[in-house]
């Protein structure tokens, strides 16, 4: 991560730690153990008192939970370096966390197994099926996050750069609903039976931000009381702002301010961490985060002011008088305009600025519009923005150039001499093949059948894990993938995203 | 001069030793369409002539269309807004072969047969088309439009309530025919402020345009404003249009010599003398029924437009004796104003304004119910040149001012005495003006036969006179008219209760009427109707609503003679007497 950032003061900016100090305190016993705690009541803050059976169950699964993810930090710690990752993947470690699955996964089948056979007979006692879904939820939680943890510690050896790249899995990152707590969801939403309970577990992103922590040397780890304390995201996450069809116009903007030259901080951030999913960004050293909480404190890195209770609580809106300094973003595509080495530089004014500049102006048009065919996007946003218009009201030139709205249409037919608007019954119709179904939506199909496959068919458990070994699609139908944008630092030295992230989708 | 040519044509020999070319110029000169039609029929060498040489056509039946375009290869205009059941099959055949090089204009109002096929061989047809009327082609749309645009040569088009069309169809003109000079889009409410800036864009050339009942904005007018050579701008009942657009308008070029804002509502004298602030050399100013308090920041812009302005309309407006006197003040060129329905009109006012406006022709105050006969007394003696005088409701004038206004304004060809409570002797005095076309008598009920003798007797030159509800009017009159006014061509008698079939009778003679009204008329029969259908064959538009002794035989003599007819709203009888047909 260090070296996925180049600072560069053009003024006097106040040198600040760099990160590299954050990783040693990464072993601070108190933080574990009160990660640790809050973890534990954030998955089973139910009344499990209920069933006494299985309290024991929960010891050894707590225990056991801790166990790879220690090894996950011992083994990512050397990794930092991001030498070769392939080599730190322990055998060892994987045979004993796929037993304890093994394990696990029975005891939640016995669960499902006498329910199903108790509620065929009784219609009644739903408050015990509650009780029962959320301890089934609660293990299922545990066996996900043991699987992700198992197959991320497998993930660079893989070397499939594809995962954290792949477009389905944002799309359905995006599609899926606002983040939720996996207990709390199931105790909003009472459902009869388990499968109607287990989608809304997959669709929980909170487990994006329990891997992130997990699989991260970086402060992200002190991130993890925080997160903790507040499981559910109500308020302590912000909704996911991917589509920033705000901050497109302003894009490539800046135009209109005349900064001069020195009057402001120039950050520059590296392609991956352009191309990674974040919104939250440390303005020191752009490190990006999915949630500000995570943000606020990875800054308790940068220095003793961000450690005060105040710095790590929810920012108001009258923030510190201090002014912070200008900052402003260059892309790191040499010969660019919007790079700093750019004679006429015009730098980018926002972090999702440089996101969509990058996108837009150096990686491929990958998104095409499932309904025309022939319009490229790099940027979903602008797919979506397209395909509200698309193939509706189409307003058409002569000279065959199609427009979605008339007054853009007719801003043309002034511009040129000559042309005129064709009339709708003028031309044939130029319509796109509506009904092929979108590379996307079969990405998405295939998510939707991974879903089944923790309740649906009790049978289908022992498979799981090879599934998830097998084919890395199955990882997209869980939206994980803040989970692999976490993991990018691992998987870069695989694969370059700008070149062709999506080689093995059928084009 | 058909009498002439008919003395020396009918031998065939001295008319036939001309060349066709002094026929032709001979031909030119005859107006009436009749007299020109006696020549053909009396001599060879005319009909050649008038092959040869005829400019205009005007068809009112398609089957001779095919016929008539051969027969007249130099023609120049053709109208075939009469042209009835003309339809695109009908068109393109007739068209298919012809030779149209010389087709200037066209008109197709109404012809709601024709549709862009029509249009298509139309203009592929004729290469040197200018002049295209499209109006109240109700079903005319975009594509009919885009069929026109092919005409690049076009400079005059009118698209008047072709309800279709759209910013596209406006779009393909404009780029098709950048050399428009006129165009109106009256009652085209599809057309946005999109497809007038584009307007405004691609023809520099347009002098005059017509956007009165659209929904455009001002966005619209700031795109006008870019027009360097408009003079002529309508923009009747645009209720989108403020102040500020008028205020972008005067930003443009000084080019604008007449304006109409009547019934925008939310126009007001502010914006008007920002207007005139940018166009000094305005000549007509029509802002009837959109003012409602005059500002005196407009009345001083008024005086700005001293040497231009002719033409004032302020209908509708609140104004004092003051601001009369400061118009006429201000204003000494006016030919035309208008104070209908102005409140605080008074004889005081009236006096002010026409004593430095001397060259009144036409004044306008109709429903100014303060004026009596002094302010009839003022303008007769201060406006010589009135020809047009419209009076209605004013109800407190009398017989004397009417003979002032007779005495003093020989030219007086229109008087308008609608509800006016004149009697014979008035009538007896407006008899001096012998150049009266249009009378309007309407509810003057104490108008009777002996009047209408006077008018009868002197005013030969006579095509309109409105007897609506003037109840004591009998046969007898109808008698002197159709005896004295042979050139009448609208005639109301609705609800004079009094006249019969002998009336109609001598209504019969009256070769060039075009449009009767005979509502109400309860002692008319087929008789009379009949006798009408047989000798008015000019005849257009027939109102029989609620004549309830017209028979089946009348409808029959009707079908069968007046073959010009459009137009008749009658009722059936008496078992739907609220409800009206027409029929066409």
Redesign the interface.
Known sequence: MEGGLRRISETSFKALPSMSCNSTRNNDPDQQGGRFNSMDQSCFSRPDQSFPAFSPLFGVQSSSLYLPDEKIGNQFEPNSSLNNPAVDWDPQTMLTNLSFLEQKIKQVKDIVQSMSSRESQVAGGCSEVQAKQQLVTADLTCIIIQLISTAGSLLPSMKNPLLSSNPAVRHLSNTLGSPMGFGFSCNQQPSTNNEATIPEITKTPDYEELMNSLNTTTPDESDEPMKCQNPCGGEGSEPIPMEDHDVKESDDGGEGENLPPGSYVVLQLDKEEILAPHTHFCLICGKGFKRDANLRMHMRGHGDEYKTPAALAKPSKDSSSEPAPVTRYSCPYVGCKRNKEHKKFQPLKTILCVKNHYKRSHCDKSYTCSRCNTKKFSVIADLKTHEKHCGRDKWLCSCGTTFSR??KL?GH??LFQ????A?P??DVKVTGALDQPQDSEAMNAVGSIGYNFPGSSSDDIPNLDMKMADDARYFSSLSFDPCFGGLDDFTRPGFDISENPFSFMPS | MSEEVQRYGGGGGGVGALSLDLLGQVLDRVREPRDRKACRLVSRAFARAEAAHRRALRVLRREPLARLLRTFPALERLDLSACASLDDASLAAALAGADLAGIRRVCLARANGVGWRGLDALVTACPKLEVVDLSHCVGAGDREVAAVAAATGLRELSLEKCLGVTDMGLAKVVVGCPKLEKLSLKWCREISDIGIDLLSKKCPELRSLDISYLKVGNESLRSISSLEKLEELAMVCCSCIDDDGLELLSKGSNSLQSVDVSRSDHVTTQGLASLIDGHNFLQKLNAADCLHEMGQRFLTNLAKLKETLTVLRLDGLEVSASVLQAIGEGCNNLVEISLSKCNGVTDEGISSLVARCSHLRVIDLTCCHLLTDNALDSIAENCKMVECLRLESCSSISEKGVEQIAICCPNLKEIDLTDCRVNDAALQHLAKCSELLILKLGLCSSISDKGLAFISSNCGKLIELDLYRCTSVTDDALAALANGCKKIKMLNLCYCNKITDSGLGHLGSLEELTNLELRCLVRITGIGISSVAIGCKNLIELDLKRCYSIDDAGLWALARYALNLRQVNFLQGFSYPLESSKEE
């Open positions: 008339k007054d007719f037919v002034a000559g042309h005129t608007p009339l019954m003028d």
